[in-house]
């Protein structure tokens, strides 16, 4: 009797024979569909992450060490240097005159190294703050190269001496400034122990957006990066209270971006701004007592500063936050 032909059966002529195909033909042709699917995948990750590491190539632009000093300035300095694994970073640290002061390490941003923070130094000092000045790897007269892993590591080490380099302090703070509002986000969450208050200075909302504000990557092609320093998703995650300063006149980071931030934070906090100063202004002496005067507040009393909302410009980055 002849075979009986189904439907769900694929059937082949041989030698006058009707055979039977096995079905794990159909299967292996999905699984080859799904092999190449992976493929493409993987190749499309590849390229992406090639993509990546040739914007983080040339996203740092790290200068050579200058040579002012806050001792230059008339303030007495500790000019020194620490181990992260096989890199060396310098730093700057001014003592304050009690041994007991707030204290405040610096994450600076890029494009910058110690020297161009020897006159905030300076200018802290008077108030009683102590501060700690460091620079990454690759910037200054720090060794190696910087990359966004490594940066984390050179955090870790860098809070590390600094907490060794103040141990009396009643209250410790972290301020990023630029660039370094998102080198101190991504890491602040490890820092042990915690530090008392958080301060972005001159912050933006996304690496990401920033690097097409810039020119780095055309607008179109934005969705390739990886979204790894995002100030406005980072901030929702912190727990410490927050200070937010920022010029409305900001020409290279737009006051939006620090408004956006204080209106992701989830715990206490505070955005302070100030009028007529550009990006760079506030590491001049002309702009230090505007822009800094709420960092010196809010180190002092431990308290966020802007009682007098109207007369400051201050806003609550927290509506369970009274003014």
């Not at 993509?51 to 060490?65: G, R």
């Not at 390739?224 to 912190?238: F, G, M, R, S, Y």
Request: proline share 7%; charged share 20%.
């Amino acid at each position: 009797m002849g075979a009986e032909l189904t439907g769900n059966e694929r059937w082949s002529y041989s030698r006058g024979v009707m055979h039977p195909r096995p079905r794990i033909l159909r299967k292996s042709r999905f699984a080859l569909a799904g092999w190449i699917v992976v493929g493409l995948v993987v190749i499309g990750a590849m390229g992406r992450y090639a993509i990546f590491k040739l914007v983080e190539h040339d996203a740092f632009i790290t200068p050579p060490a200058g040579s002012l000093t806050p001792d230059a300035l008339g303030t007495p300095s500790i000019q020194l240097s620490f181990q992260r694994g096989a890199h060396v970073l310098r730093a700057s640290h001014v003592a304050a005159r009690d041994d007991d002061a707030p204290a405040l390490l610096i994450f600076h941003g890029d494009e910058e190294e110690l020297s161009r923070w020897a006159a905030v130094q300076s200018y802290l000092h008077p108030f009683g703050v102590a501060s700690f000045v460091f620079d990454y790897s690759g910037y200054g007269a720090s060794t190696g190269r910087p990359t966004i892993d490594g940066l984390k590591r050179d955090d870790e080490a860098a809070y590390a001496r600094f907490v060794a380099a103040t141990p009396g302090a009643k209250r410790r703070y972290v301020l990023g400034y630029s660039l370094g509002s998102a080198v101190l986000l991504d890491v602040v969450g490890r820092l042990r122990p915690a530090p008392d208050g958080v301060i972005l200075a001159a912050g933006f909302a996304s690496a990401r957006e920033m690097a097409v504000t810039t020119g780095l990557v055309p607008g179109w092609a934005a969705w390739i990066l990886p979204d790894v320093w995002n100030n406005e998703a980072q901030v929702a995650e912190l727990r410490q209270p927050l200070l937010i300063v920022h010029s409305t006149d900001d020409e290279l980071i737009p006051f939006a971006h620090a408004q956006r931030v204080c209106a992701a934070a989830k715990a206490s906090g505070r955005l302070v701004a100030i009028e007529s100063l550009s990006h760079d202004a506030p590491l001049g002496p002309l702009a230090a007592e505007a822009f800094w005067r709420p960092v010196i507040d809010l180190l002092r009393s431990g308290e966020l500063p802007c009682r007098d909302a109207k007369r400051t410009g201050c806003s609550s980055c927290s509506p369970s936050v009274t003014q």
